[in-house]
């Protein structure tokens, strides 16, 4: 027999980093969920991606278990990675703060294909060259497309 949804929890936390410290303890705290269980499944499950932020979607059941899925990391960490900046400009349009290629704006899309809800690899490059543009990243080179 199928459990009953009681809710869903939205996080980013840090692939492999997990601890019940905030934001994660008051979050599955407030739910009654068991948190060390979810940080010890949790950090097991993203021990390849040490130190990236990864969003997850926890699904919690009315007899306080939990399942969760762990999302792609965001366009913008990964496009700051390929950027090798900081943080994107607070002035997106006027004040650009660093360059990426299009051959790394296509693997940030290849990437991030199954949680984007397009069907080609062109409107995945659209989507993330829009992130990059919104961040004050330039795009160099000829657009593939």
């Given at each position: 027999?199928?459990?009953?949804i009681a809710g869903y929890v939205k996080l980013q936390c840090k692939g492999g980093q997990a601890n019940p410290s905030p934001p994660i303890g008051?979050?599955?705290g407030s739910k009654g969920l068991n948190i060390m269980e979810f940080?010890?499944?949790?950090?097991?499950?993203t021990?390849?991606?040490?130190?990236?932020?990864?969003?997850?979607?926890?699904t919690y059941f009315t007899d306080?278990?939990?399942?969760?899925?762990?999302?792609?990391?965001?366009?913008s960490?990964?496009?700051?990675?390929?950027?090798k900046v900081k943080t994107g400009s607070d002035q997106p349009n006027r004040k650009k703060v660093g360059s990426v290629s299009w051959d790394q704006v296509k693997t940030i899309a290849e990437t991030k294909m199954p949680d984007l809800n397009?069907?080609?690899v062109e409107s995945a490059m659209k989507m993330v060259a829009g992130t990059?543009?919104?961040?004050?990243?330039?795009?160099t080179g000829q657009k593939p497309y």
């Open positions: 027999m199928a459990k009953d008051p979050a599955l940080c010890k499944q949790f950090n097991a499950r021990q390849d991606k040490m130190g990236m932020v990864v969003p997850v979607l926890i306080k278990s939990f399942e969760f899925v762990i999302k792609t990391p965001p366009a960490i990964m496009l700051l990675e390929a950027a397009c069907f080609t990059a543009r919104n961040m004050g990243i330039t795009i």
